[in-house]
């Protein structure tokens, strides 16, 4: 049951997956949408700002018109040309009677001046606190550009000659150009409170919002014929439009805070964002909902089959449903019926297996003890009459060698070692035997310890050898002690065997390594081997050498490999005719090999 927590989970792993698609969807809808929403405020903005501009140029355009035929008007009025011609008191109030009709109903400041042909002032009427130089005069009824002698006074003219004439004088009118505060309140209800409406002379030297003087626009925005984004000096957006004002030497501007379309466009993410967060929660749900009826009973099949698995009896599956999932519990009810009953059957085979199998491994360890007990028995019987052999032969060397010829010493001499060299053989045999059957014990065991100690053996037995050991220290084994002692002493008397005709010699044991795996080896200087016949060494009484060159009876290296197999390794050599030999040998792969980089050497 663990394993099935620890894995992945179709439950979480299809929600996460289906919100993950719709979020894709989502983004790419959100931003195809966020592109075409943006561009579609901006164009609104655009169209806005221009049909502002041009509503309120047409409406500014004919005022000025108005005020222009409302002037022509009055300088045609005889009370005026009455007065210029005699200005007495009576025509003096009639000429300020018609004056007066060219002041703005609504109170702004304003002012007319009468002038007479050399445009010297004959009469004022109006707010004398823009009452200063003299304008210059036109022959035509014109409109005036704005002008600002200081930073609180800001304004425009309009002027026409009296009857047509300019000889006979002129009229002209003086108008602030700053609105009162609630014209500009009916501007922003006409326009919006985001629009700001701005007049200013073309050359773009003065420009007002109505209600003060106001930096001039980039000429770039000034001579385009379309709306236009620009940056103000104090660094915010605007989108602005431009047109002149026919008959004027003026120009209109309406412009909007570029953030106005921009804000439309941020609440409209937000509400798209809203969306996509409620349509992921409804997906992911939705998901979690149909993977939860799916995994549901597919996490009681697996509990089942992992029962079933591990022979415990698997429950048995009620979905009552007919899609595939229920004919899925259907089938696996079925086999789990099929395996029950296998499983019982299988048993008994096995529980009968096994007991016809304790009775052989019964009859086995009888027959082995029947084969153990003859093996001593039959080495105790040849042992008698082998020592009886070599005795008597031994006797009669010493008791009548002055009796025999040469010949017959000679034959006493081999009757001796043949008994010797059978004696060898059976100890040998049961050597073989006794490896293939023990028991083994597994503990850590000191091989380097071992091949010193047995090298110091071999040293003290001849110590006129010209013989040097080199013994990696540290190397350590899970294995039986005394069988791996076995395995050592017959290499390591191999080695010391077959270096005896060399002046001197140089045996090593230590470990290397093969494909990554720790082979332990011994190696020597001595007579070698051929290759050729490397597969003849581990047969139990094949020798490469013959008995008179080397003494041996052909079981030693057999025994080894049957130690090594027993501990799960192998065994090979590599050799060279009189360049020494090399015996490799591995154990299992869960034994520990401890090297320590330091070789120590037996003395000579």
């Known amino acids: 049951m663990t394993r099935l927590v620890k894995r992945a989970s179709l439950e979480r792993e299809l929600p996460l997956l289906v919100a993950g698609l719709l979020a894709l969807v989502v983004v790419a809808l959100a931003a195809a949408s966020y592109g075409a929403v943006s561009r579609g405020a901006r164009q609104a903005a655009i169209e806005r700002v221009e049909r502002l501009t041009r509503d309120m140029a047409s409406t500014s355009a004919t005022s000025f018109q108005r005020g222009l035929a409302d002037l022509r008007a009055t300088a045609a009025s005889p009370a005026v040309r009455a007065f210029l011609e005699s200005p007495g008191a009576r025509q003096r109030d009639g000429a300020v009677a018609a004056l007066r009709k060219l002041l703005p109903v609504s109170g702004a400041s304003a002012a007319v001046e009468l002038l007479d042909a050399g445009g010297r002032e004959v ?184 029962a079933l698995a591990t022979g415990q009896p698997a429950p048995r599956l009620e979905y009552g449903r007919n899609d595939e999932i229920g004919l899925l519990a259907q089938s696996f009810n079925t086999m789990a019926e099929h395996v029950q009953r296998a499983r019982q059957g299988l048993e008994s085979q096995v529980a009968g297996r096994t007991r016809d199998l304790e009775l052989a491994n019964n009859e086995l360890r009888a027959a082995n003890a ?74 850590p065991v000191d091989l380097s310890g071992l091949a010193r100690t047995i090298a110091n053996e071999l040293q003290r037995g001849a110590p006129a050898r010209k013989a040097q050991f080199l013994i990696t220290m540290g190397l350590v084994v899970e294995g039986d002690p005394s069988l791996l002692r076995v395995v050592l002493h017959n290499l390591l008397d191999n080695a010391w ?48 050498h013959a008995a008179i060159e080397f003494e041996g009876t052909g079981i030693g290296l057999a025994t080894v490999q049957r130690v090594v197999h027993r501990h799960g390794g192998r065994i090979w050599a590599e050799g060279v005719v009189e360049h020494g030999a090399t015996f490799f040998f591995t154990v299992q792969a869960s034994s520990t090999v401890q090297a320590s980089s330091q070789t120590q050497g037996v003395a000579e």
């Not at 005036?144 to 009296?162: C, F, H, I, K, M």
């Not at 006797?395 to 060898?424: F, I, K, N, P």
């Open 123 to 306: 009469l004022w009427v109006g707010d004398s606190a823009i009452r200063f130089a003299s304008l210059a005069l036109t022959d035509t009824a014109t409109v005036g550009p704005l002008r600002a002698p200081n930073d609180s006074l800001l304004y425009y003219d309009t002027q026409a000659p009296l009857a047509g004439h300019p000889a006979a004088g002129r009229i002209a009118v003086r108008r602030r150009s700053t609105a009162t505060p609630q014209a500009i309140r009916t501007l922003r209800l006409l326009m919006g409170n985001d629009a700001t409406m701005m007049i200013g002379n073309a050359a773009g030297d003065i420009w007002t919002d109505l209600a003060r003087l106001v930096p001039a626009p980039p000429t770039a925005v000034l001579r385009s014929s379309r709306a236009m984004e620009y940056i103000t000096a104090s660094g915010a957006e605007r989108l602005a439009s431009v047109v002149p004002l026919p008959g004027t030497p003026l120009m209109l501007m309406i412009e909007i805070p570029s953030s106005s379309y921009a804000s439309s466009v941020r609440a409209y993410l937000i509400r798209i964002g809203l969306i996509a967060a409620l349509v992921l929660a409804l997906g992911a749900w939705g998901a979690w909902a149909i993977s939860r009826r799916i995994t549901a009973p597919l996490r009681r099949l697996a509990e089942a089959a992992e």
């Open 370 to 443: 029947e084969l153990d007990a003859f093996a001593y028995s039959v080495a105790h019987d040849l042992r008698a009459p082998l020592r009886s052999i070599d005795g008597f032969s031994q006797a009669l060397l010493e008791d009548c060698a002055d009796r025999l010829d040469a010949g017959g010493l000679d034959s006493l001499r081999r009757v001796r070692a043949a008994s010797q060299h059978l004696a060898m053989l059976i100890d040998d045999m049961l050597q073989l035997a006794r490896v293939t059957r023990a028991e083994m014990r597994r503990e």
């Open 497 to 544: 065997k077959y270096t005896a005709k060399h002046a001197r010699a140089q045996i090593e044991f230590g470990v290397t390594k093969r494909d990554g795996t720790e082979v332990f080896f011994v190696s020597d200087d001595g007579a070698g081997f051929d290759m050729a016949y490397a597969g003849k060494l581990f047969g139990a009484f094949q020798r490469l």
